[in-house]
Every structure is written in C-alpha cells, then in structure tokens.
T-cell receptor, first 115, second 117 residues
Framework: SQQGEEDPQALSIQEGENATMNCSYKTSINNLQWYRQNSGRGLVHLILIRSNEREKHSGRLRVTLDTSKKSSSLLITASRAADTASYFCATDLIAGGTSYGKLTFGQGTILTVHP | NAGVTQTPKFQVLKTGQSMTLQCAQDMNHEYMSWYRQDPGMGLRLIHYSVGAGITDQGEVPNGYNVSRSTTEDFPLRLLSAAPSQTSVYFC????????????????FGPGTRLTVL
C-alpha cells in the first residue's frame, strides 16, 4: 500500500482563497517532499522538509511536518488559477538509521482554483 | 542543460511485444528511477539505481528490466508487454549523496504514454 496518503482527494476553491492539503505516512522518514503535476506533464518539486524540521516556507507555500503524528500539510496562500494541478507528497523511508534511497508517493490531491 | 529526457513520448504495443523506454539526464546525478502512474493514482516505483552498475527493485518490478551502464542513461525494458502495463512512465533523477543517501529533489522527465493492446 502507499506510504503517503493525501487528504482531501480533491479540493475546489476560488482564487484568492487558501488551499490546505494533508499527507499522512506510516513509518519513520528521512524527509518528506511535495510535488506538483500539471495535467499531462511530469512532476515538479515544490519543497522538501527534513525530519528534524517542523515548518518550511517557499513563496506562497508553507509546509509543516509533525513526526509524532506522522503527518504533513501543504498550505498554498492566496491561490491563483495557475495553481490548478495535482499535488503529491513523497516520503524517503528509513530503517535502522539508513535511507533506502527511494521515494514513496501518495495518491495526490487534485486542486482546482476557479478564477 | 536538457534535464531529464525521455523517448518516445507515446508508444502503442501489441501484447507480447518488447520495447525499451529511454531515459537520459545531463546533470551528473547519481540516483535515477522509473515510476509508473495509473489514472487516479500516485506514482509507483518500478526500479531505481544509485549509481552506474547498481540497480534495485522498487514496488512493482515484475515485467520490467533495467540496467545502468553509464551515469547518464537508465533504460527501462518491457520484456513481453501486457495490457496491465498500459500506463504513463516517468523517469526521474536526483543528486543522492552521503551515507544516508539524503538525496535532494527529484527531477522528472515529461513521461512516456504507453498503451498495450
């Protein structure tokens, strides 16, 4: 089964509103990443947060990580129609202190921002 | 830099045919991987490589082979295509460094849309 699970599966908002997407995972991680995928395109990296970090910002993006709850959230502030895309979280698993060196992706949240 | 390139962009195969999906990167990245993406699903890891000459299986390796003879190239071979392999295939690469392999962001290619009839 997928390591990361996003919630909600789909989100529809108006331009200017904030969008929040959540990701839960099951096992210890080295880092967690968020990616964006426009329809018919490859994934583009948005932000990486390491297991010893709790919050990270990049432009209109804010990511939080709660390792005790094994969850992360991605907040997009002041959304724009161009933010319409699918958003995926991906985790880098570790076991015994060593990263396996591979990412596990969630199923994604489809965000639609209406003009 | 071209980044990660994939060829072909589209491919239609008949059941039982074999083919190779090409992936190349010009960023001198150690780590390369292949994913498949099915409708409404996230990406599932097929095979990955942490350097030339080193490959390993991911979540869904059956029916696929890989090799890594150079740092730049990481081809994915479908041995005998089946309709269940109809999917979009993405290749990705990242720097990968250190004993923890604490690697950075993955750079994705544009994908190959494969249909198996």
């Amino acid at each position: 089964s997928q390591q990361g699970e996003e919630d909600p599966q789909a989100l529809s908002i108006q331009e200017g509103e904030n969008a929040t997407m959540n990701c839960s995972y099951k096992t210890s991680i080295n880092n967690l990443q968020w990616y964006r995928q426009n329809s018919g395109r490859g994934l583009v990296h948005l932000i990486l947060i390491r297991s010893n970090e709790r919050e990270k910002h990049s432009g209109r993006l804010r990511v939080t990580l709660d390792t005790s709850k094994k969850s992360s959230s991605l907040l997009i502030t002041a959304s724009r129609a161009a933010d319409t895309a699918s958003y995926f979280c991906a985790t880098d698993l570790i076991a015994g202190g060593t990263s396996y060196g591979k990412l596990t992706f969630g199923q994604g949240t489809i965000l639609t921002v209406h003009p | 830099n071209a980044g990660v390139t994939q060829t072909p962009k589209f491919q239609v195969l008949k059941t039982g045919q074999s083919m190779t999906l090409q992936c190349a990167q010009d960023m001198n990245h150690e780590y390369m991987s292949w994913y498949r993406q099915d409708p409404g699903m996230g990406l599932r890891l097929i095979h990955y490589s942490v350097g030339a000459g080193i490959t390993d299986q991911g979540e869904v390796p059956n029916g696929y082979n890989v090799s890594r003879s150079t740092t730049e190239d990481f081809p994915l071979r479908l041995l005998s295509a089946a309709p269940s392999q109809t999917s979009v295939y993405f290749c990705a690469s990242s720097m990968g460094q250190g004993g923890y392999r604490t690697y950075n962001e993955q750079f994705f290619g544009p994908g190959t849309r494969l249909t198996v009839l």
